[in-house]
């Protein structure tokens, strides 16, 4: 459970850090000044790498291979980023979303079958 925890924090970071900048359509991204994007998208990813290393430390101890946590990873970030792109950038989910998803928890199910 600890490892789930950190990696909802490690990539609730990692997509603020990635997408915020975006948020009020592309005239007001592109009115933001690149360099300080960056800036400041660094600095929210330190907070992510602090939060990653001690998941992927804590899962791998708990007898989780590389490969699962990975997939447990990505799993995880496509939801936080489904919640980011409805409630901060405002745009709507469809079916290829939902599709993706349904495509990455079977992959977290075949990475965790005979485990």
Known sequence: ??????????????TTAWYWHLRGGVAVAEARSLPVVIAIS????FFEYCLA??????GFAAGWSAGQLKIVQ????????GVFMVVVLGEPLQWRHFAAFACLVGAV???FVGR
């Open 109 to 111: 199910g075949f990475m």
């Open 1 to 14: 459970m600890q490892t789930i925890l950190l990696l909802i924090a490690s990539n609730t970071f990692m």
């Open 74 to 81: 990505e799993v995880i970030a496509l939801v936080i980023f």
């Open 53 to 58: 290393i001690p998941a992927n430390r804590a």
């Open 42 to 45: 660094w600095g929210l990813a």
